[in-house]
C-alpha cells in the first residue's frame, strides 16, 4: 500500500505550502512510504484527486486544495483531519496502517484515570489546531504592531528632526540679527 499525498509544487499561498511540509516531514519521520503527486503540473493527478475527494470532505467551493491524503485509492483525509490524528497520536489508523511492532500508542491520561468520557479527548486535536492558529494570528498581529511602532518611530524622530532644523533657523537668525545690530 502506498500513500498518495496530493501537493501543489508551485502554491502562492505560505500557508499551503507549510501544511505540505508538515505532512511530508512527518511522514519521512515515520518512515512512512508515500508518493508526492503535484495537481500544479500535473493536469491528471489534478483530476484524480478532485474526483475521489468524496463529496461530504470538500470545502463549500467544492475544490480541495492540498495537501490532500489517499491510501491507494482510499481517501484518507485533509491537512486538518491528518493534524487531529497526529495530535491523537493515531496518524497509522488515519492512514490506514498496521503501526510498526513496538508501536505504542499513548493512552490519554484521562482514560489512565479511569475517566468514563475517554471522548473528551477527541477535542484535544481541535483545541491544539486552534491554538495553533490563535498563535499564528498572534504573531501575525505582533508583526503588524512592530511594524506600526517603527513607523511612529520613524515619524516622531523625523519630526525631531524638523524641530531641531527650524530650531537651529531660529538661533542663526537671532544670530543674523545679533550681529546687524552691532554694526
Known sequence: MVIKVFLASSSGSTAIKKKQQDVLGFLEALKIEYASLDIASNEENRMWMRENVPGDKKPSNGIPLPPQIFNEENYCGDYDTFFDAKEDNVVYEFLGLTPPPGFKKEVPEEEQNGDPHPEREKGAGENSREKEVMEEEAEDKQS????????S???????????????????????????????
Open 144 to 151: 503588524e504592531d512592530e511594524t506600526k511602532a517603527a513607523f
Open 153 to 183: 518611530e520613524q515619524e516622531a524622530q523625523e519630526g525631531e528632526d524638523e524641530d531641531y532644523d527650524k530650531e537651529e533657523e531660529e538661533l542663526q537668525q537671532l544670530e543674523e540679527g545679533e550681529e546687524g545690530e552691532e554694526d
